[in-house]
């Protein structure tokens, strides 16, 4: 006990001698970390419309209402019997309604006004092996796109095809583009926080360079002199975590949840998204102060 | 318990400060290691205590050799070598006792040991009635007293002495060599570097001295030159 009682005295003194710059290294690392986050909440919102638009599935096969189930095998089978095609489901109303009521849970408004069961057209969502056969699909099912840029087909059974290709490989490249650029700016920003907190370890090993020197002298081992400088990075990384998944949580109350109603129809990230994204900050948050620990005093404390 | 072999040190910036310097000390033994400033006494005492490292040769301190040894073991060696130095190296927020206590507390030492040990040590170099005083409240050579006794509250086989009177006058210096003839007198090994010639004289100890790096004089029951 005595020992971590100790460290903890050391690192309380480290973090009180230089207020200031134990500040601006949790202000950093707030701030990269809350980048940090920003990008992957984004992600997720992103796959969420993704989802909610295309259900990941390269062509949507809409059937007509109400679906003959020995017609749904038969096209089913047609589909699956295509070199194009990896995978093909069965989306009957129960499905169907069910995943339209966990996208949009948190807009009750919207779920409550919508009967889904006389709305929602039954489907088969195809997966394709390779998106550039995509015709196979419409020669199959004898579809021509009509005037109102609706691919209509005459096979039994059959309303309408959707080709979400397009529409997934932009969401896609919008994703990708956004995930690099918040990315780029939470490494750099990452990058700063890992100086910043070095630099006010550095400072701090300087105004106790004659303490160190006499730990060495009589013995102290790397470790005794390391662990409080350590812990010290690790507080001002953790404090700094603290504040971004603060600020995260109010973009996503101010920000994200004023928007429902308004928007209805996409899918927003919701606070299980957040809870989800702790783990990585925190990560992100001892990483930085790992970093920051041995860069910052590695010349300092040889032997 | 000390000895150098064959031991050259030749600084980065070409200085040579030791040249094939061979001196064994015995267990319980008390030398000075004299000789003008330049002449290699503190990297002497900077190579046993492995601040340094040697260019050639080897040296043993309790049997162990100093050039195989890990920088995981070097915390271990300076637990058995107690040092003491002309400018004190005490921390000047801390008291008399924290200064003592201190050095315990970072090899890890529990608080009882601390607390039956610092007073215990203090009382023994004539401060147990100082423990709350800050060093800057003290005279040089209560200071020095300070520090050795912070040297010797682990019961080190060796004391290694840097100077330890370059600052005080030569009345306080007789009184901190009392002390370290004290500190020998119970067994500890105590190796001086010191350009005080009085001192040499007066207490006729083996006088190892140095001129450029090289040995030329070891005599038992010396004086200083």
Redesign the interface.
Known sequence: M??LD?YFRETATGLRRNPVVAFAAVITAFIALFLFGLALLITREFNLVIEAWTGNVQVAVYLDDPAKPDTVAHIQDTLSGLAAVDGVEYWDKTKTCSQFETLFANQPTFTENVDCESVIPTSLRVKLSDPALYDQVTAALACQPNDQNQIVCAAAGVKNVADYRQVLNRLNAITSVLKIVLGALAVVMLVFAIVLVANTLRMGMFARR??I??????????W??RVPFLIEGLVEALLGAGLAVLALFLVKVWGIDSLRGDIAFVPLVKNSDLLAIIPWILIAATFVAIVAGTAGMRRFL?? | MISLQHVSKTYKNGVTALEDVDVEVEKGEFVFIVGQSGSGKSTMIRLLIKEEETTKGDIYVGGKNLAKMSSWDVPKLRRNVGTVFQDYKLLTDKTVFENVAFALEVIGKPRHVIDQRVPEILDYVGLGDKLQNYPDELSGGEQQRVSIARACVNRPLVLLADEPTGNLDPNTSVDIMRLLDKVNRIGTTVVMATHDQAIVDAMRKRVVELDKGHVIRDQSRGVYS
Do not use: H, K, Q, S
Not at chain 1, 213 to 222: D, E, F, Q, Y
């Open positions: 005595a020992r100790y004659r303490e020197g006499v730990m060495r002298l009589v013995g102290a081992t790397n005794r002199i040889d032997v």
